[in-house]
């Protein structure tokens, strides 16, 4: 799973790290700033509206990429307006403007002034100026080699009058590439927003001409009050938020889909894996768990055997070994969840000895019990004693004894001593003893019972 998370974490990081998402330029290149001629009465006043106003622009202009206000009394009343290019982000705009707004109180004591960036615009007047298209302070910059060729020119003029269709359409912005026999032109045009369509058309057209006017130099700028127009023969806006070529948004679809697509596969090479590992583990944890189930019932059934008896004749001590005297039961040594049956099996396994043996098999008892029954059939108990019992002993109590085991294990339970009679019967010795039927298990038919009792898998309770 660890590897799992670094794979993910890896397409994660290879993702960010080719969208450059970090990347923030606010294209905070100051092309020109202009102040007007004329001061202003009360300049302390004008700093203080500046001010506000600008605090008041910072979230404005964070959340729309565009902001006015004005505040104060004529003749000092303020009117600021500021905007930043369409294809900067959000966060790359208010780093602009934070730049930018700076410049406009060095025009004071001056009624206001303007201040063009690559990335963002800001103008200040003591009167409204926001419907301006045009005004005669506009202005253009002109730059770069002139070497490029005819070709050039064939893709600006062509890059230009697209834009100026386009943008007055299109929120008052247009970004564009053009190429010509393999030059290629980059252009931007962007209106204010508060310009209507068509102010933004005769922004546009005036700034087009100018622009035609810079050709061949492969950089040009106008600077108009309405408008801002670019051409390069360099890729300089981020076209991704203006149109895309056919070629670009393939590629970009292309990659997108590599990502997901490797994405997709490692997630499901990690289900499959984990999936697999989960299996496994449930499996091994089941078999593991049904081994343990029949080897503890199994554990627990010998232990009750044979602690029982264990119990029953404290731990067979010399004493004790080969005679089952009636106060081991009387005393109450046999507990309760001992049934007459098991009891039975317990009195002859005793005897005979097969105690010393242990239980090799569930099979080992049943025909114990079906050979001390018909041993006593032909009356011959005695051979199958256990011979390291002590000889002293009474051969007729042991007997007896084996006649009450053989009681406690008959076929059927209802011919079966109580654990009282059991009890009485050990400790009179002149209680008359019936004759034992035959135990459930004789001949052909033990096989049966034996594969009965496998399947209840509780011996203990075989035939109750
Ligand atoms: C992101 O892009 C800029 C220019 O577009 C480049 O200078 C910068 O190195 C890039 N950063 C990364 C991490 O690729
Ligand atoms: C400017 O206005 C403020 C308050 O309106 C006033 O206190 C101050 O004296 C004025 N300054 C000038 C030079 O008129
Ligand atoms: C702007 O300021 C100048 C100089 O104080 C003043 O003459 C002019 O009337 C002001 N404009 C407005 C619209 O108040
Ligand atoms: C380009 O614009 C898009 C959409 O506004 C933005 O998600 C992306 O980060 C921008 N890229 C750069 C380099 O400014």
Redesign the pocket.
């Known amino acids: 799973m660890a590897t799992y998370s670094l794979l993910i974490s890896l397409v994660i990081y290879v993702m960010a790290f080719s969208i ?2 970090s ?3 606010p294209r905070a290149d100051l092309v020109k700033q202009t102040c007007g001629k004329v001061r202003v009465q009360n300049v302390s006043n004008y700093f203080k509206y500046y001010s506000s106003i600008t605090d008041y622009m910072q979230d404005e202009i964070y959340r729309n990429k565009f902001a006015f206000k004005d505040t104060g009394e004529p003749p000092d009343r303020l009117y600021v307006l500021a905007q930043c290019m369409d ?3 959000n966060d ?1 705009c208010a780093l602009c403007f934070a730049q930018i707004s700076t410049l406009i109180p060095s025009c004071f004591p001056s009624t206001g002034g303007r201040v063009y960036f690559d990335g963002c615009f800001i103008r200040a007047e003591n009167y409204s100026f926001y419907r301006e298209a045009l005004a005669p302070e506009d202005t253009k910059r002109c730059s770069g080699i002139l070497n490029k060729g005819q070709e050039f020119s064939v893709a600006v003029k062509e890059l230009l009058s697209k834009m100026l269709l386009k943008a007055p359409s299109f929120r008052g912005f247009a970004s564009k590439h053009e190429t010509s026999n393999g030059i290629s032109a980059y252009g931007m045009a962007n209106c204010w927003k508060i310009l209507d369509r068509d102010l933004c058309s005769i922004c546009l057209s005036e700034a087009v001409a100018s622009a035609l006017s810079c050709i061949p130099s492969t950089e040009a700028r106008v600077l108009n009050a309405g408008c801002f127009l670019r051409y390069s023969d360099a890729s300089f806006a ?1 076209d ?2 203006g149109e895309h070529s056919k070629e670009e948004v393939f590629s970009y679809i292309t990659y997108i889909m590599g990502v997901v697509l490797i994405c997709v596969i490692a997630i499901g090479i990690g289900v499959c894996v984990g999936k697999l590992t989960y299996r496994r583990k449930i499996r091994l944890k089941q078999s593991k768990e049904t081994e343990d189930l029949l080897l503890e019932e199994r554990v627990q059934y010998m232990q009750f055997k044979y602690a029982t008896l264990d119990t029953a004749t404290e731990s067979f001590s010399e004493t004790n070994r080969g005679y089952m005297a009636p106060e081991y039961i009387a005393k109450g040594r046999l507990t309760e969840k001992v049934d007459v049956y098991s009891f039975g099996v317990l009195v002859i396994e005793m005897i005979t000895g097969v105690q010393n043996n242990k239980y090799q098999s569930d099979k080992t008892y049943e025909t114990l019990v079906t050979c001390a029954w018909k041993h006593f059939q032909s009356n011959t108990v005695q051979e199958i004693i256990d011979t390291s019992m002590t000889i002293d002993q009474d051969a007729e109590e042991i007997e007896r004894v084996v006649q009450i085991g053989l009681l406690c294990t008959q076929e059927s339970p209802n011919l079966r001593p109580t654990t009282t009679e059991v009890v009485q019967m050990l400790r009179k010795k002149d209680v008359e003893l019936s004759s034992p039927s035959k135990p459930p298990f004789t001949d052909e038919l033990m096989e049966l019972h034996y594969l009965g009792s496998l399947d209840q898998q509780h011996p203990s309770t075989f035939g109750l």
């Open positions: 450059n998402l990347h923030a330029d294809d900067l982000t790359e981020n991704s938020n």
